[in-house]
């Protein structure tokens, strides 16, 4: 027992470091070697072996830096031990100090490409070149970081649900992975939410199964639901990465809903000549269900009248088709009232109650006359005639009645293929039959006659009469009254059993159309007269005409049409050349007119707009132009006077601006012998002194302020010109050599402005120095 406890009291000692990555534990091989010595004895030399300590190396750090050491008990510290090292990434990644054992890292790692790595390690004595340690393997993990984000597997997400289904009902499970340690912290651990889509989802944090949250969805009023899932690593704690899906979940139809008819009322019309079979109408029943659910058979209700018609149901389109099953006869039976049923095929009863299932409308099926043939009272007639009887012998008399409600009269013949020698008549009012011609037994003794009967449809009066056409009248200027303008005629689409006859007239008036008049010939024609003479296009080039046209019929209708007279230059025959051009022309002459008008005031428009911007330039011309001169009329000049002050003062200067703003006049000698004075002071003044600068900062305050200044650049004259420079000053009063010698000082004597020799700073005398 003593030696069993000493050997678990020893494997603590040495392991539980290495996890905690603390002090240096020894290999497994070791380990071994000095448990086993340890369990026989404590008297046994224990041999020497590898040290060095867990080795962990965190991802994505490219830092070289040192990541832990490689150490023989054998080291005492002298150099004596060299390390070598070998295996993965072994002088690449991974680089070992020969001398102390401690292990490098060049680069960065990625555990989700390689999570760890396998190496080798020999300590060698550096004098026998003999291993002092064997070779020992080790390996190095690379620890992981949160760098990268979940994913969603297995997309699209797509699903379905039966609609109305209740609280709770798995819907489907959406699955995310991360490529992160699991072991590692909370890098992979993930967690699932809804984004979009509650209140009617949600879904299991843990595990990505999304289930239904709200009882009673109903597809009919919608139909798919967009459900967004996001997922985030860490366990949602900031800090981590998340990622989203979208899952299409659908609601799958159950029979929820029954068939209900539009209408209380479906009218249909069908003809008494319709066949059996023919469709006469559909209506259909509308159900919000759809395939299965949809489906429903009609029935007809009505005992008494079913028998006349049927109903299906077209598969395709749930539509009652209603069908004629009976001959129909307009003149015994009219209307059929009928009532119909619809009802599923399929019944739900989870939903709704079986009377639900079901719906009941009317339907009004109205039977159309049909103008039939007549009917004869026999088929066939059989009659014996002698061969001697005469011509007009009265043979036997067809009946036939029409069997419309009109009743209308019925006129009989005989078919001409029939009777070709024409041995028989027929009176088409009665349907008498006589002999037309001799007969003769030998020659034929049966005659086969075939006669029709048809019955007489009168027309009704509906239609106006109207010109039989486009007339296009004219008259000659040299016209003379009572001639022939145009002869005129109408037509009308009704058929009156005695012919068309039309009347013409003129629209009746208070006052006598003085130019034309209408005749009626009788004959279903007019004639357009003229009532008097002399027609000239100068004074009227065109003459309206109403002619009024009226028949016979009964109600009698009329129409009222308006002829266009043209006056025309006519030809000595009386032809207009120009009929049909002048219309034309009259166009054309008018869209001339139109567009002449409207190029007129397009240039009209354009000539003020050039008018208008040519005196606006004008005037802005005129205005530059005097102020132009008003600045050349003007005269700006600037004088500097300087007053001398004792020595022991430095010496102001005062700027005289515009010569209507000075308060007081100096004369000539006064500012001449000042100026004098101060050009003599002024050697001892250069631009750095505080008096010159302070001079110059008030004449620029003065011109800044002063209103009657304009707002343009002006030469200032200055007494000051500095000191100091290698070139010299750069006035042309230098040039100046005496008062009387230079043209230019006694010109300015005369006129303008004097002029002031700066000479004592060229060396001059004072009495060289001018003003």
Known sequence: MDNCSLLHVLLMIFIMPGWLGGDPIISRKQQEIRSSKAFRGSHLRVRRGWIWSQIFVEEEDPTPRKIGQLKSDYDTGDFTVKYILSGEGAGDIFIIDEYTGDLHSLQSLDRELKPFYILQAQAINRRSRQPVEPESEFIIKVQDINDNAPEFINEPYISSIPEMCPTGTTVIQVTATDADDPLFGNNAKLIYSIVLGEPYFSVEPKTGIIVTSWSDMDREAREVYLVVVQVKDMLGLNGGYSATTTVTISLMDVNDNGPTFQHNLYTFAISESAPVGTTVGRIMADDSDVGLNAKMNYSLEDLEESSTFTIQTDPDTQEGIVILDQPLDFESKRRFVIAVEAINENIDTRFLSAYEFQDRTTLKITVTNVDEPPIFSETPYNWKVLESAQIGT??????????????????????????????????????????????????????????????????????????????????????????????????????????????????????????????????????????????????????????????????????????????????????????????????????????????????????????????????????????????????????????????????????????????????????????????????????????????????????????????????????????????????????????????????????????????????????????
């Open 394 to 771: 009265q043979v036997g008399t067809i009946y036939a009645r029409d069997t419309d409600t009109t009743n209308n009269p019925v006129r009989y013949s005989i078919s001409k293929s029939s009777d070709t020698q024409q041995i028989f008549r027929i009176d088409p009012s009665n349907g008498t039959v006589y002999v037309a011609n001799r007969l003769d037994r030998e020659t034929a003794a049966w005659y086969n006659l075939t006669v029709n009967a048809r019955e007489i449809i009168l027309d009704v009066n509906d239609n106006v009469p109207t010109l039989s056409q486009d007339y296009q009248p004219y008259v000659c200027e040299d016209t003379q009254a009572g001639e022939l303008i145009e002869l005129i005629s109408a037509t009308d689409a009704d058929d009156p059993v005695d012919g068309h006859h039309f009347y013409f007239s003129m629209i009746p008036d208070k006052h006598i159309n003085p130019n034309f008049t209408i005749r009626d010939n009788q004959d279903n024609t007019a004639s357009i007269l003229a009532r008097r003479s002399t027609f000239t296009q100068h004074d009227r080039t065109h003459y309206y005409l109403p002619v009024v046209i009226r028949d016979s019929g009964s109600p009698s209708l009329s129409s009222t049409t308006t002829l266009t007279i043209r006056v025309c230059v006519c030809q000595p025959t009386g032809h207009c050349p120009s009929a049909g051009v002048e219309a034309q022309a009259l166009a054309l002459d008018l869209h001339m007119q139109i567009l002449l008008g409207l190029s007129v005031g397009l240039i009209t428009l354009a000539v003020l707009s050039m008018l208008i911007l040519t005196v606006r330039k004008y005037k802005t011309l005129r205005l530059e132009k005097m102020a132009t001169q008003e600045l050349e009329t003007e005269e700006f000049s600037e004088k500097i006077l300087s007053f001398t002050v004792p020595e022991t003062q430095p010496s102001q200067t005062v700027s005289l601006r515009h010569p209507h703003r000075r308060e007081h006049k100096l004369c000539r000698e006064q500012v001449t012998t000042s100026i004098r004075m101060s050009l003599r002071h002024s050697h001892l003044i250069g631009p750095e002194d505080g008096v010159f600068q302070q001079f110059i900062m008030d004449r620029l305050a003065e011109a800044d302020e002063d209103p009657c200044v304009p707002p343009f650049d002006c030469l200032h004259t200055y007494a000051f010109e500095g000191t100091g420079s290698v070139s010299g000053s750069l006035s042309s009063l230098g040039s100046l050599e005496s008062e009387t010698s230079d043209p230019c000082v006694s010109q300015t004597r005369d006129s303008g402005p004097q002029l002031l020799r700066l000479s004592p700073w060229l060396g001059a005398t004072d009495d060289d120095t001018l003003f």
